[in-house]
């Protein structure tokens, strides 16, 4: 199976919106509503974002938001700060019962 | 509070089986909403998928390694195994185990992680 497709890098000043874009297919991403972000800080381990497309966990700004269309699916983080200066990961479900990641996204704040 | 903790050697050597523990303490591993699961990050790339298990021994492997991973669980120590065989540098990564709620694609909670490099 083949990573999601994210860009590389997504950058931005303090106080803007940025969006993280997520695109699969139609076996992963555009067939189920099971996609998930998250967000890794250097030497940290993985922190849930967003579950479900557009779901936020308990204690989550709500800066953080998840949508989709078709076969992509987004992240966008409103009022940039400089602790969301981090790599971020989509993740989905798969019609072949399996789980795949996107290649992630640095997010820099200038 | 649930917690997970990796644990095994963090150094294998080339053609040979890297086998990691995942020690789950705070709760159940024989839950029946959750998956117990590997995921890796090798040194400048991203998070890759490698598999989960259910507590009566259901496993789902990532197709690109699934010819040389078994996933294994124990209830009665309430830990989780993962062994990946004839290993390469290519193997050199973070390994995580989490745990993910079923119907979901939700991974609530992560090991620390434990760094594992494959060389002679």
């Known amino acids: 199976q083949s990573a999601l497709t994210q860009p590389a890098s997504v950058s931005g000043s303090p106080g803007q919106s940025i969006t993280i874009s997520c695109t699969g297919t139609s076996s992963d991403v555009g067939a189920y509503n099971y996609v998930s972000w998250y967000q890794q800080h250097p030497g940290k381990a993985p922190k849930l974002m967003i579950y479900d497309v557009a779901n936020r966990p308990s204690g989550i700004s709500s800066r953080f938001s998840g949508s989709k269309s078709d076969n992509t699916a987004s992240l966008t983080i409103s009022g940039l700060q400089a602790e969301d200066e981090a790599d971020y990961f989509c993740?989905?479900?798969?019609?072949?019962?399996?789980?795949?990641f996107g290649g992630g996204t640095k997010v820099t704040v200038l | 509070q649930l917690q997970l903790q990796e644990s095994g050697p963090g150094l294998v050597k080339p053609s040979e089986t890297l086998s990691l523990t995942c020690i789950v303490s705070?709760?159940?591993?024989?839950?029946?909403?959750?998956?117990w699961g590997w995921i890796r990050r090798p040194p400048g790339k991203g998070l890759e998928w490698i598999g989960d298990?259910?507590?009566?021994?259901?496993?789902y492997y990532n197709p690109s390694l699934k010819s040389r991973v078994t996933i294994s669980v124990d209830t009665s120590t309430n830990q989780f195994s993962l062994k990946l065989r004839s290993v390469t540098a290519a193997d050199t990564a973070v390994y995580y185990c989490a745990r993910r709620r079923m119907s979901s694609s939700w991974i609530d909670y992560w090991g620390q992680g434990t760094l594992v490099t494959v060389s002679s």
């Open positions: 705070g709760g159940s591993i024989s839950s029946s909403n959750h998956y």
């Open positions: 993740h989905s479900y798969t019609s072949s019962s399996t789980w795949v």
């Open positions: 298990i259910y507590y009566r021994g259901n496993t």
